[in-house]
């Protein structure tokens, strides 16, 4: 087991090395080599849009990024010669044998507020449609978002006792590195095939220290009535995104397809129409794989995105219930870095472009 100062040091080498690499492709990308990697262009994730929270604790700080640096990326892109696409309209798009552009696709997961209060602004600006991808249990303040639990109570007790897996131990949780690596324990356990039960004795943790994780969701997330009038302006467009939001790789077959067909039924409720579109939470390979893929598609839907990263390439269209997506990262709010990622060199360097 790694100490609190060994995850300390992880984390910041990791960020300097993406960051290196990231000014390093933006390098590379202006040089014109390579430019075949953009492929027929990106779908972008996003969660919360804000104004910048200075905050000593915060380790979803990845998960924010700032309404100044939407614009700027946006305008970015449109300089680059992107063309703004709803994600429901993607396939169409990248079917055309004409087409005008690499595809620039704006996705926001959860239903965060601040997408209405400070994103809807920056896209309607531009003309650039959008999906939110919204979890029914969130909606409905029935669950709670694990990672706005954790941090406020992390952020306010000196030691932490949880059991993890394996029985209860305790942290130390006075520092910040502490903090950050009680954090990660949370996170890997989190990953798992008990996470519902993981939550909800994080959840009794939180209640038992004056925290009430639905009272969270409440601040944080967009109501009914919200998204219904949201979604009723011409650019905004519902996603779903389960009713739990849990991890459906691991979850039975009978539970995943319920996951994902009542959540369809929650989005239409607030639309009148059903969604065409899914996103598998978390998403990555730990998350969703073929027989989540299958499920989407035997269900209905028009297509579903990952969070596995990569650009829209050829086969893109073969493999519609399993798209890759870009992570507009709070840690790397710098134009060049949307650029070296759109241009999709990092990606085909890893192996893990698209198609």
Not at 137 to 148: C, K, L, N, Q
Not at 187 to 212: H, K, P, S
Not at 257 to 281: D, F, H, M, N, Q
């Amino acid at each position: 087991m790694f100490g609190p100062s060994t995850v300390a040091a992880r984390r910041m080498l990791k960020r300097t090395a993406i960051q290196s690499g990231l000014e390093a492709v933006s390098l590379v990308s202006r040089s014109g080599l390579m430019s075949g990697a953009r492929g027929m262009g990106a779908i972008f994730t996003l969660h919360h849009v804000r104004p910048s929270i200075q905050k000593d604790f915060d380790p979803a700080a990845h998960l924010t990024i700032t309404p100044e640096f939407l614009d700027a990326s946006i305008t970015r892109l449109k300089d680059d010669g992107y063309i703004p696409v709803a994600l429901a309209d993607l396939p169409d798009f990248l079917a055309q044998p004409d087409r005008p552009g690499p595809a620039m696709v704006f996705t926001l997961d959860d239903g965060y507020r601040d997408n209405d209060q400070h994103a809807r602004p920056v896209f309607e600006k531009h003309g650039v449609p959008y999906t939110i991808f919204i979890s029914g249990g969130f909606v409905d303040r029935t669950h709670s978002i694990w990672w706005e639990t954790a941090e406020q109570l992390l952020s306010q007790v000196d030691e932490f006792t949880f059991d993890f897996g394996n029985g209860q131990e305790t942290l130390a949780t006075r520092s910040l590195i502490e903090k950050y690596a009680a954090f990660d324990r949370l996170n890997t356990a989190l990953v798992c095939a008990g996470q519902e039960a993981t939550v909800e004795r994080l959840d009794e943790q939180a209640r038992a220290a004056g925290i009430c994780p639905t009272g969270i969701v409440d601040r944080e997330v967009m109501d009914e009535a919200e998204l219904r009038q949201l979604a009723a302006t011409p650019l905004a467009h519902l996603g779903a995104h389960t009713i739990s939001h849990l991890n459906l790789a691991h979850l039975n077959a009978d539970r995943m397809r319920s996951e994902v067909i009542r959540s369809a039924e929650r989005v239409a409720e607030i639309t009148g129409e059903k969604p065409s579109t899914l996103a598998y939470p978390y998403g990555d390979r730990s998350a969703a794989g073929p027989r989540e893929y299958q499920a989407a598609q035997a269900l209905g839907f028009k297509l579903a995105v990952t969070t596995n990263p990569g650009t829209l390439q050829g086969k893109s269209l073969e493999n519609l219930f399993s798209l890759h997506r870009i992570s507009l990262n709070g840690y790397y709010q710098k134009c060049r870095y949307v650029g070296a990622l759109a241009s999709g060199i990092p990606f085909a360097l890893s192996g893990s472009a698209q198609g």
